[in-house]
């Protein structure tokens, strides 16, 4: 087991994964910028560096800097947590060069998935049902016209290095593809460093379903369950749940079994998911796989009883996976809402600002995630995110009861939070019932989805 680990993050996910150290009883280095100094993982870490000149918006993207702190504070592995330099094969390769163990999986396996052009490939040859569209990136706007018109309008138009929703457009006509092909290719260059941009049939009303893995070095992969992530606003995730109210047990089993085949086509080891999109069928189509931990990874750790981020730990230190398929039991119910410091009634605007007062949810079946504290400061150079309120119960109505008492009783003082929006959602019909897909804002709020 390794003696020192390196968390290359900030935020709630910093703090996620040193407390999963802590348990493992491994010593945490922390880093940070000049706008993270009072940050609680800083404050928590065995020790604690800061990147350089500490410039915000830069700093967590510095390769060099990140591997020469490891080096120099002897941390035999890192963790690169989720967004920043989670997918980026160059710094998996460069700790790889450097002797550093990166918990995740091989810079190999994050090309090869992270591209979402070789991923839809590698699906094909694995027999896993893919949505319809282009196999290789878009070069002109008549390679456009030809496939758009093969699929059929709405397409949408997708970063091929791209993830978390950034650089797509959805079109419904050939002008308006034709409109967006160079400002897709842009937003890919300006957020991914590659301009490739490939299309894919649209479901207007799916449901985001994602199974989340777990595989070792040895060939073993499980699933820990799927969830359902339709609750999205610009293609961000808002709300999570598991089980999803939209799968029936056939389909649930089918799915699971389609992300474990996946994984082991590739040869993948270590947490990931592979995302589907569910159409108005019930079919299901491969979109795409995050070769990382995501920030749902909590509905599926209560349903399942795995934590995943020791398991992630664990697997980077060459243990095998101690259970198989059959060994784990999923039990009842869990939601997730993210909290976000931005106002939705005013489109969801970022509130940056000092945390005056702070009282968190608490109680049998609530768990909250979070950095925050009075005193906070809350940067505007970051992700909004602010907290994640967690609620299991034995069933779903008991999981959303829990969740609008916990968000009633999660009071903030000193900046906005996307709490309200919550609670209009979670009683309102179409939640309810379970009916909803990816459409649910722009249908049912559009004045919040501009």
Same mark, same amino acid.
């Given at each position: 087991?390794?003696?020192?680990?390196?968390?290359?993050?900030?935020?709630?996910?910093?703090?996620?994964?040193?407390?999963?150290?802590?348990?493992?009883?491994?010593?945490?280095?922390?880093?940070?910028?000049?706008?993270?100094?009072?940050?609680?993982?800083?404050?928590?870490?065995?020790?604690?560096?800061?990147?350089?000149?500490?410039?915000?918006?830069?700093?967590?993207?510095?390769?060099?800097?990140?591997?020469?702190?490891?080096?120099?504070?002897?941390?035999?592995?890192?963790?690169?947590?989720?967004?920043?330099?989670?997918?980026?094969?160059?710094?998996?390769?460069?700790?790889?060069?450097?002797?550093?163990?990166?918990?995740?999986?091989?810079?190999?396996?994050?090309?090869?998935?992270?591209?979402?052009?070789?991923?839809?490939?590698?699906?094909?040859?694995?027999?896993?049902?893919?949505?319809?569209?282009?196999?290789?990136?878009?070069?002109?706007?008549?390679?456009?016209?030809?496939?758009?018109?093969?699929?059929?309008?709405?397409?949408?138009?997708?970063?091929?290095?791209?993830?978390?929703?950034?650089?797509?457009?959805?079109?419904?006509?050939?002008?308006?593809?034709?409109?967006?092909?160079?400002?897709?290719?842009?937003?890919?260059?300006?957020?991914?460093?590659?301009?490739?941009?490939?299309?894919?049939?649209?479901?207007?009303?799916?449901?985001?379903?994602?199974?989340?893995?777990?595989?070792?070095?040895?060939?073993?992969?499980?699933?820990?369950?799927?969830?359902?992530?339709?609750?999205?606003?610009?293609?961000?995730?808002?709300?999570?749940?598991?089980?999803?109210?939209?799968?029936?047990?056939?389909?649930?089993?089918?799915?699971?079994?389609?992300?474990?085949?996946?994984?082991?086509?590739?040869?993948?080891?270590?947490?990931?998911?592979?995302?589907?999109?569910?159409?108005?069928?019930?079919? =299901?189509?491969?979109?795409?796989?995050? #070769?990382? &931990?995501?920030?749902?990874? @909590? +509905?599926? *750790?209560?349903?399942?009883?795995? /934590?995943?981020?020791?398991?992630?730990?664990?697997?980077?230190?060459?243990?095998?996976?101690?259970?198989?398929?059959?060994?784990?039991?999923?039990?009842?119910?869990?939601?997730?809402?993210?909290?976000?410091?931005?106002?939705?009634?005013?489109?969801?605007?970022?509130?940056?600002?000092?945390?005056?007062?702070?009282?968190?949810?608490?109680?049998?079946?609530?768990?909250?995630?979070?950095?925050?504290?009075?005193?906070?400061?809350?940067?505007?150079?970051?992700?909004?995110?602010?907290?994640?309120?967690?609620?299991?119960?034995?069933?779903?109505?008991?999981?959303?009861?829990?969740?609008?008492?916990?968000?009633?009783? =999660?009071?903030?003082?000193?900046?906005? #939070?996307? &709490?309200?929006?919550?609670? @209009? +959602?979670? *009683?309102?019909?179409?939640?309810? /019932?379970?009916?909803?897909?990816?459409?649910?804002?722009?249908?049912?709020?559009?004045?919040?989805?501009?």
């Amino acid at each position: 087991m390794f003696k020192k680990l390196l968390i290359a993050n900030r935020g709630e996910i910093a703090m996620r994964i040193l407390r999963a150290c802590k348990d493992l009883e491994i010593e945490t280095v922390a880093i940070y910028t000049n706008a993270d100094e009072r940050s609680m993982h800083v404050m928590f870490a065995d020790e604690a560096h800061r990147l350089g000149d500490g410039t915000v918006t830069t700093a967590y993207l510095d390769i060099d800097e990140i591997v020469r702190i490891c080096k120099e504070t002897g941390a035999e592995a890192l963790h690169p947590g989720y967004g920043f330099l989670a997918e980026n094969e160059d710094f998996a390769r460069r700790c790889e060069a450097e002797g550093i163990e990166f918990v995740g999986p091989s810079a190999d396996l994050i090309l090869k998935m992270g591209h979402k052009t070789e991923a839809r490939d590698a699906m094909i040859d694995a027999g896993v049902p893919i949505i319809p569209g282009s196999t290789k990136g878009i070069e002109t706007d008549e390679e456009a016209i030809s496939m758009a018109s093969e699929i059929g309008f709405p397409i949408i138009l997708k970063a091929a290095a791209g993830g978390g929703g950034k650089g797509m457009r959805v079109c419904h006509s050939e002008s308006e593809m034709i409109e967006y092909l160079p400002l897709t290719r842009q937003q890919a260059k300006n957020f991914f460093g590659n301009d490739l941009v490939y299309m894919e049939k649209y479901i207007e009303r799916g449901r985001h379903i994602e199974v989340q893995i777990l595989g070792d070095k040895h060939g073993n992969v499980i699933h820990a369950g799927e969830r359902d992530c339709s609750i999205q606003r610009k293609h961000q995730k808002l709300i999570e749940e598991t089980p999803s109210p939209g799968l029936s047990e056939e389909q649930r089993v089918a799915i699971g079994a389609a992300a474990v085949k996946a994984a082991e086509f590739v040869g993948y080891y270590s947490a990931g998911t592979v995302e589907f999109l569910l159409d108005e069928k019930s079919d =299901f189509y491969f979109m795409e796989m995050n #070769t990382r &931990i995501q920030v749902e990874h @909590t +509905v599926s *750790e209560l349903l399942s009883g795995i /934590d995943l981020i020791k398991a992630q730990i664990l697997i980077a230190a060459g243990a095998r996976l101690s259970y198989g398929q059959s060994d784990i039991q999923f039990r009842g119910h869990a939601i997730e809402c993210r909290v976000n410091a931005e106002d939705a009634s005013q489109g969801f605007m970022p509130s940056p600002g000092v945390i005056d007062h702070l009282h968190l949810p608490a109680g049998p079946g609530v768990r909250v995630d979070t950095h925050i504290y009075p005193g906070y400061e809350v940067s505007p150079y970051y992700d909004s995110m602010i907290a994640k309120v967690i609620t299991w119960g034995e069933d779903r109505p008991a999981a959303l009861s829990k969740m609008k008492r916990a968000l009633r009783e =999660f009071r903030i003082s000193g900046i906005e #939070t996307n &709490i309200p929006f919550h609670l @209009t +959602v979670l *009683e309102h019909g179409v939640f309810l /019932d379970g009916t909803y897909s990816t459409r649910y804002l722009p249908e049912f709020f559009p004045a919040l989805d501009g």
